[in-house]
Each structure stands twice: as C-alpha cells, then as structure tokens.
C-alpha cells in the first residue's frame, strides 16, 4: 500500500555484505511486481520485475524472491557497494494495471 | 535517444499562484502518470491517463488539474487550491493496459512555494 504520512525504513549495511530488503504487498492476485531504485533527487530506476508463477528470478547482483503465501517479496543485493545507496521501492500491478507502490527502503552503506 | 523529460527541475514560486509543470515523452507510450514525494515518504499518485484526451483522478488530486491533447504531453497544473504544494513532483509513462506495467519516470520537478 501507499506510504502516505509515513517516514522510511531505513536499512545499514557494510559495504561488500549482502543487503536483504523486504516487502509485503496487499493483494494475493497480484501476478506481476517490481522493484524500484531511487537515487536522491531523481526519478525511480527500474531493476527487476517478477511474475507470481515464479518465486525467484535473477539479475545482475540482485535476486528477488516471492513468497506468494505470506504475501511478501524481497529484494537482495549481494556484495553491497556505495553506488548502491537509495531508495528501494516495490510495487505490485492492481486491478487496473495500476501499481501500487509500498513504503520504500532507505538503504545505507557503511564504508 | 527515448525518454521522459520534465521541466524545469527546479520552480519557485508565490502562494496564490498556479503553476504548470511539463513532462514530455518520445517512447510512444500511451499511459503517463503524476506522482507527488514529499521528503522522506513513497510516492503518492496524483493522476494518471491512459490514452489521449482521457484521464483519472488518483489518490491526492484534490488541487491539481491535467490535461493530456497530445501522447506525447501531460502537463500538471498546481492550483492556488492546493494547501502544501511544495514537493517533489515525478512523471512517469508506460504501455498501456497489459502491455506493460513497468512505468519509466523523469528526472522530477522541485516545486517550493513560499
């Protein structure tokens, strides 16, 4: 669901760990979902996307994993670089193929 | 070289005043979208069209208005109506439909009104 009036999470990790960030989404007929990147000051960037007759697909240092019985998603990340700090949104299509956007994680590197 | 613009990315102006912010896309997109981030929040959808001379309220379009006579325009006007318009305004684009939900954004327009 939408964030309104509330602040982000906010997630450290050590540079060169892998980050773990989660999401729960409110619709169990979701079928198709997306992560998001957001970088301070820009618009969010595409990063992975997965359909719910899969429950993990892979791309380049991200993993995401679907968990279509408690309704929830995640997003790794591994070997965690400075370039990778942001803001990390879900958002699952609803019934209008609209998304529908979570909270959003604020994710922070430690050098 | 495709892509969704919006400007400028900085705007300042007085309480009272309406003011339009522009977004253009060249990806022959047929679904555009106005989102509203206040710091340190998700995004907040504002209104959204899926196909020309045709567009939808979202969740906070209580003073703002849009129009959308061209694919390739959506422009956003924040009325003097609307109470705390300073934020950080995205506009986005997609397929439409099942075509596709991956929804591309601008680079965002500040708006701080004072």
Redesign the interface.
Known sequence: G???????PTLSVQEGDNSIINCAYSNSASD?F?WYKQES??????II?IRSNMDKRQGQRVTVLLNKTVKHLSLQIAATQPGDSAVY?CAE?GSN???I????T?LIIKP | DGG?TQSPKYLFRKEGQNVTLSCEQNLNHDAMYWYRQDP??????IY?SQIVNDFQKG?IAEGYSVSREKKESFPLTVTSAQKNPTA?Y?C?SSL???GG????????T?LTVT
């Open positions: 939408e964030s309104v009036g509330l602040h982000l198709y997306i000051g820009k618009g969010p960037q595409f996307d949104f299509v193929y609209q998304l956007w979570g909270a959003g604020k | 969704i340190g929040q998700g995004l907040r959808l959204y969740d950080f995205l986005a439409a439909g099942q939900y991956e929804q591309y954004f601008g680079p965002g500040r």
